[in-house]
């Protein structure tokens, strides 16, 4: 079977949910998560992975620039939005990508209405944005393994304390 591009996994919502509409027709299980994937690592790699373990399809909800920007600072995201949604959707373990503009992605949770809803396990359950609706509707909650040490705010702050390298 041959792969898709990965520009043609990154849908609109109202494309998602026609998607979306097939999947359950087919019986599948919809596994949603979500995050900023600014720079990626063996963190993002593993979660992604165990997210789709967890179902049939998995969607990924990426924060657009505006809302990234809002969560951690100035200065991020490194990557622009459309970067960041290419790159998670060349990942075999991705379906549907998505992007969200919004602080959080209740609205993208609410229309998606996923199976299983995963997170990073550094989210504790009750601070997790969409568990009350999952759960309402018969879906549940999954906290996925965290790579303890590796973060993206991490790497670019190691990044930012190097000294640069003098040409040969």
Same mark, same amino acid.
């Given at each position: ?5 990965? /520009? ?122 969409? /568990? ?35 040409? /040969?």
């Amino acid at each position: 079977m041959n792969a898709l591009p990965a /520009r043609t996994k990154i849908l609109t919502l109202p494309r998602l949910e026609t998607e979306l509409s097939n999947s359950r027709a087919l019986g599948q299980r919809i596994v949603f998560t979500n995050g900023c994937f600014d720079l990626l690592h063996i963190g993002h790699v593993r979660s992604l992975e165990s997210a789709r373990a967890l179902g049939d399809v998995l969607v990924v909800g990426i924060n657009l620039d505006a809302s990234v920007r809002r969560a951690k600072g100035p200065d991020r995201p490194v990557n622009p939005a459309r970067t960041r949604m290419e790159v998670v959707a060349a990942f075999q373990c991705v379906n549907w990508v998505v992007g969200f503009a919004a602080d959080t992605p209740i609205r993208l949770i609410k229309a998606v209405r996923p199976d299983v809803l995963a997170k990073g396990g550094d989210w504790s359950l009750d601070t997790i944005v969409g /568990r009350e609706e999952v759960e309402l509707t018969g879906g549940r909650v999954v906290r996925l393994p965290v790579v303890k040490g590796i973060r993206s705010t991490q790497m670019i702050e190691k990044i930012r304390r190097s000294p640069p390298r003098r040409k /040969r």
